[in-house]
Structure formats: structure tokens, C-alpha cells
């Protein structure tokens, strides 16, 4: 059975969300040509210390640094480098944020400086995307219904859903029950939704192909074709009336 959470134990994930929102907002504002993704990891990292949190990713299965920072075809993993930002870059942060126990991870891409038009429409419709998603967590909906709900909105807008890498259930573990929520699907199919439960739902969507592949790090995954990549998560909670953003301020 999914991980059904209490009042107190969303509140304490709800301070978590809340630390990362802040801080995706504050590291973002440093974005620009010429700056490091390992400057912005360090800030990063020094923004969820100040406000009592520790990084969910750093240590997690090896992991080196406190966020996944993804570059252009990097579509998610990318471990900060010293490789400065050049103007039209698109570049994702990707972080989580554990606090008295309890996790809450979000992602964002934004663009460095002036972007292609093509550039903005994948970040546009794969925030919105997301936004398809979250609407259909609500208690009787489906897994399959919020993966449906992503993937028809991406590929009737010319783009595709990264099939190897899938949303999470999580709470007290930073990948918790359920542990397989994919950003495709059909509607009706899979576990059923229920009050009480928290997950990731985050759609990666790349401009080509949705195949991907790992680099020889072990963490970094790319588009295979090269291609331009976005992605957008939040985490939620589902309410009797539908699904509460936990990861804003």
C-alpha cells in the first residue's frame, strides 16, 4: 500500500518544500553567462544550510554535490561542473531538501540569458506539462491518469516524454512509495490515488527522441540525438479535493 502521510508529517514535508522553493528561486536569480553550475551548487548548498535543511542528494548512492545542474541536451543528473554558462543556454536545477526527517525535491529549467524561440516553447510546454499532470492527482484518478494527462500534452505539441526516468512517491525517503510514477501512460491504469499521499511528479521531455543516454560518470543522462532537453517537478500532496504544491513558498 502507498505511504498515506498525517497532518503533522505533511506540515514538516510542507517546511522542507518550502526551503527549496526559496532556494531554487535565490540560485536562479544568479544565473548568467559566465557563471559556474559549481557556484551555483555552492550556493545552493550554503542557502539550505541557513535555513536549517540538508541536501537530499548529496551522499545519496555516491552522489558528490547538492544538486543536479543539466545543461542543454542534459536531461537530468548532471553533476556541477566549472564549465561557465554561455548566453542561450537552458540549464535545470535539480534538488531536494530534508528537514526534521522529511524530504521535498523540485526541478526547474531556465534559460541563460536571451534563448531560440525553439528553446522556449520546449521549457514552455513542458512546464505546462507538469501542470496537466498535477491536476489529475486527485483521490479515484490513476498513476496512468497524470501520466497520460503529460504525455498527450507533450507529443500533441511535437515533443516526447523521456520513458527511462519516471516521478517518485516520497516523504521520509527521498524516493519513496510509489516508486514508479511514469510521465506516460493510459488513463484508469495503475495504482489508484488516494488522500494522504506525496510524490514527485516530474516531466523531463526532450525536444527529438525520448531515448536517452548515461555517460561514462554514472549519473549524467543526455538525449541521444543530441537534442535539447527540459524538465519541471514538483512535489505534491494529494488532498480530498486535489493535489496541494508543496514546493513553493
Same mark, same amino acid.
Given at each position: 500500500?502507498?505511504? +498515506?502521510?498525517?497532518?503533522?508529517?505533511?506540515?514538516? !514535508?510542507?517546511?522542507?518544500? #518550502? %526551503?527549496?522553493?526559496?532556494?531554487?528561486?535565490?540560485?536562479?536569480? &544568479?544565473?548568467?553567462?559566465?557563471?559556474?553550475?559549481?557556484?551555483?551548487?555552492?550556493?545552493?548548498?550554503?542557502? +539550505? #544550510?541557513?535555513?536549517?535543511?540538508?541536501?537530499?542528494?548529496?551522499?545519496?548512492? =555516491?552522489?558528490?554535490?547538492?544538486?543536479? +545542474?543539466? $545543461?542543454?541536451?542534459?536531461? $537530468?543528473?548532471?553533476?556541477?561542473?566549472?564549465?561557465?554558462?554561455? @548566453?542561450?543556454? +537552458?540549464?535545470?536545477?535539480?534538488?531536494?531538501?530534508? &528537514?526534521?526527517?522529511?524530504?521535498?525535491?523540485?526541478?526547474?529549467?531556465?534559460?541563460?540569458?536571451?534563448?531560440? *524561440?525553439?528553446?522556449? #516553447?520546449?521549457?514552455?510546454?513542458?512546464?505546462?506539462?507538469?501542470?496537466?499532470?498535477?491536476?489529475?492527482?486527485?483521490? =479515484?484518478?490513476?498513476?496512468?491518469?497524470?501520466?497520460?494527462?503529460?504525455?498527450?500534452?507533450?507529443?500533441?505539441?511535437?515533443?516526447?516524454?523521456?520513458?527511462?526516468?519516471?516521478?517518485? =512517491? %516520497?516523504?521520509?525517503?527521498? /524516493?519513496?512509495?510509489?516508486?514508479?510514477?511514469? !510521465?506516460?501512460? &493510459?488513463?484508469?491504469?495503475?495504482? &489508484?490515488?488516494?488522500?494522504? !499521499?506525496?510524490?514527485?511528479?516530474?516531466?523531463?521531455?526532450?525536444?527529438?527522441?525520448? @531515448?536517452?543516454?548515461?555517460?561514462?560518470?554514472?549519473?549524467?543522462?543526455?538525449?541521444? *540525438?543530441?537534442?535539447?532537453?527540459?524538465?519541471?517537478?514538483?512535489?505534491? /500532496?494529494?488532498?480530498?479535493?486535489?493535489?496541494?504544491?508543496?514546493?513553493?513558498?
Amino acid at each position: 500500500m502507498p505511504l +498515506i502521510k498525517s497532518a503533522a508529517q505533511v506540515e514538516l !514535508m510542507r517546511e522542507s518544500g #518550502r %526551503i527549496v522553493a526559496k532556494t531554487l528561486r535565490l540560485v536562479s536569480d &544568479k544565473i548568467a553567462p559566465g557563471v559556474t553550475p559549481v557556484e551555483l551548487d555552492e550556493y545552493a548548498h550554503e542557502l +539550505i #544550510r541557513a535555513e536549517g535543511g540538508v541536501p537530499s542528494f548529496l551522499g545519496y548512492r =555516491g552522489y558528490p554535490r547538492a544538486t543536479c +545542474i543539466s $545543461v542543454n541536451e542534459v536531461v $537530468v543528473h548532471g553533476i556541477p561542473n566549472t564549465t561557465p554558462l554561455e @548566453k542561450g543556454d +537552458i540549464i535545470t536545477l535539480d534538488f531536494g531538501v530534508v &528537514k526534521d526527517g522529511w524530504h521535498a525535491d523540485s526541478a526547474w529549467t531556465y534559460a541563460v540569458g536571451d534563448i531560440k *524561440d525553439e528553446a522556449r #516553447r520546449l521549457m514552455n510546454v513542458t512546464r505546462e506539462s507538469l501542470n496537466q499532470g498535477i491536476a489529475k492527482a486527485r483521490p =479515484g484518478n490513476t498513476i496512468g491518469d497524470i501520466g497520460a494527462a503529460v504525455q498527450t500534452y507533450v507529443e500533441r505539441n511535437g515533443y516526447n516524454v523521456v520513458r527511462d526516468l519516471v516521478g517518485h =512517491g %516520497i516523504g521520509e525517503k527521498l /524516493h519513496d512509495e510509489p516508486h514508479n510514477i511514469p !510521465m506516460y501512460g &493510459k488513463p484508469g491504469k495503475g495504482m &489508484k490515488l488516494l488522500a494522504g !499521499m506525496t510524490m514527485c511528479i516530474e516531466p523531463m521531455v526532450n525536444a527529438g527522441t525520448w @531515448k536517452v543516454n548515461q555517460l561514462d560518470d554514472e549519473w549524467t543522462i543526455v538525449t541521444a *540525438d543530441g537534442r535539447l532537453a527540459a524538465h519541471y517537478e514538483h512535489t505534491i /500532496h494529494i488532498t480530498p479535493s486535489g493535489a496541494e504544491i508543496l514546493t513553493k513558498e
